[in-house]
Every structure is written in C-alpha cells, then in structure tokens.
C-alpha cells in the first residue's frame, strides 16, 4: 500500500559537494524504491526486504520546495539538485503522482540546474522541461567555466545483461531498455553518462563484461562512465548483505565461496582488489575514450 505522508522539509542542502554527482542540494519526492535493488544502500531494516512494499508519497513535497527554493534563490544560492539521492525520480508511481515533474516545473520557475539519476524510461517524459532547465538554469559560479549546461542526466547500471538485472534489480525496466533511453537522451542534446554504481565482482566486473558494458556506452557516445566497486552492509533479513550473498547462492554457487571471504567481516572489497579494480577501470576510460567524471 502506498502510505501518504507529509515532511517538514524536501530540499536539503549538502554538507560538501560530492565530486561524482556534483550535488549542491537533493530532492527526494518518495520515500523507498520499486526498483528493489538488492545492492541498494537505503536498505535495512525500515523499508522491509521489498522496497517496493513501502513506498511513501510526500504529498507536501511541491508547496515546501516552492517555498525552499524561493529563499535560495533571493539569497542567490544556486547549485545542483540531485533528484533523487534515495529513491528514483521515476519509480512506478510517479506516473501517477507526478511529483517529480511538478518538481521540475519548480525547478525551472527560480532557474535551479539539476542532476537527473535514474534507471527509468519514463525521463523521456520530461525532455520538454529539462530542455528549458538547461538553457534557463543558472549555475554556480565555481561550475560556469567547467559545465555549460544546466541539466546532467546519469543512467544508473550494474550490469547491460537483462537476466543479470532481473536478479540484482529485479523492479528496474530493463539495461538494455535504459540503453535505448539514454541514447535517446544523449540524441536529444542532453549532457548525459552512466554510473556503473555498483559493478558486481566476478559477474559484471570482468573482463569481458566491462568489454561489453565500455562498448555499448562508447557506441552511445556517453559523456562519462562512473564505476565503482561493490559495498554491502548488515546481516539482517532486509539488509544488502544478506541479500546479495543469498542472491549469489541462488545464482552463482560457484562464487559463493568468494563473496563469503571477502564480504563476511567486511562492507567491501579489500584494498588491493579496489586498486586493481580503478586502474582497470582508468586503462578502459582511456581505451574507450570515456570520461571516468562528470568534470
Ligand atoms: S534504483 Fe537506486 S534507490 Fe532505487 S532501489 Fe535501486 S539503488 Fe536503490
């Protein structure tokens, strides 16, 4: 059941901006995700093992950031908004409820940029008021030599294999349908890349995977390509731990053994593995001619 609730505040200011997603502020108009991703950080205990059975609506969200956003910009406050940072701007309700697009439409009134980062199809809705985001947003002022445009649109993947995302992120519409929405996106005149935010190890972070992922997104001419190894916490029922490692014992027996030794005392993989795995990571940016940052 869909819970409605109200907050006391949707626009939050970040402490520093990350240097991966350049957020100055996040939105977030849900609460949990119907995409259920195993791997998701927001897991644990409060939204149960489905995420997608906890969905809440903040049916306040529109009023507050009209008034939030009202007060920054007087200030002259502008930055990046993440939309979203714990949920996706685009989880299955949002067709109904329609907030993050009457989010934009406030976005676009006092001239905020933003940054889209989604798994979903349903961004193409939205093209028309991005368009105008991007030409009308007004940048801080460290950003305006780096990044002309006002809209960044990321796709978020773990894998371009459908079956191995109908495991790992068994609510997302499917890579090989984010593909074609992010070349779509990119034919549109969209500053628009790929977080590969979580790779999978042993599974999409092999050679021949990463061959195959480098490739699909060169050939879509992506701005940027953003990998990162696997973190996973908790040993409860709800937890990203757990269900991964339930996840591999279901799958792939075979890797069991592994995932068990480097992920039973610890949230990630260990050092050396993480080195090997960016200067892999920098050799393919370089190979595939892909940015490994947005800036
Ligand atoms: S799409 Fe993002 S927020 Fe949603 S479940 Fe997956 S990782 Fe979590």
Redesign the pocket.
């Known amino acids: 059941m869909i819970k409605e609730i109200e907050v006391k505040s949707v626009l939050n200011k970040t402490k520093k901006r990350d240097a991966w997603f350049l957020d100055d502020y996040t939105f977030n108009p849900y609460q949990?995700?119907?995409?259920?991703?195993l791997?998701?950080?927001?897991?644990g205990s409060k939204y149960g093992t489905n995420?997608a059975t906890s969905l809440s609506v903040k049916t306040n969200a529109i009023e507050l950031l009209e008034k939030q956003l009202k007060k920054r910009a007087a200030k002259g406050e502008y930055g990046f908004i993440v939309l979203?940072s714990?949920?996706?701007p685009y989880?299955n309700i949002e067709k109904e409820y329609m907030l993050t697009r009457k989010a934009l439409e406030v976005i676009l009134k006092y001239r905020f940029p933003v940054h889209m980062?989604?798994?979903s199809t349903l961004i193409e809705r939205d093209f028309d008021i991005l368009q105008e985001i991007n030409q009308q947003a007004i940048l801080p002022e460290d950003l305006r030599q780096k990044l002309p445009d006002g809209t960044l649109i990321t796709f978020?993947f773990s894998t371009v294999d459908d079956e191995i995302g109908s495991i790992f992120?068994p609510?997302?519409p499917k890579p090989s349908l984010r593909i074609e929405t992010l070349q779509r996106t990119l034919q549109a005149g969209f500053h628009a890349g790929v977080s590969l935010?979580p790779l999978l190890p042993f599974i999409t972070d092999t050679t021949a995977h990463l061959e195959k992922l480098f490739r699909a997104f060169q050939k879509c001419e992506a701005k940027y390509v953003m990998p990162a190894t696997l973190t996973v916490f908790g040993n409860g029922k709800s937890d990203s731990k757990t269900l991964i490692l339930n996840a591999i014992r279901n799958h792939y027996p075979e890797l069991e053994a592994r995932y068990l030794k480097y992920f039973s005392n610890s949230h990630q993989l260990p050092e050396y593995y993480r080195n090997a795995f960016y200067t892999k990571m920098k050799e393919l940016s370089k190979t595939y001619n892909l940015k490994d940052r947005i800036i």
């Not at 949990?32 to 991703?37: A, I, Q």
């Not at 791997?39 to 897991?43: A, L, M, N, Q």
């Open positions: 949990s995700c119907s995409y259920n991703c791997y998701c950080y927001i897991r995420l979203s714990v949920t996706d989880i980062i989604t798994k978020s992120e609510g997302a935010m």
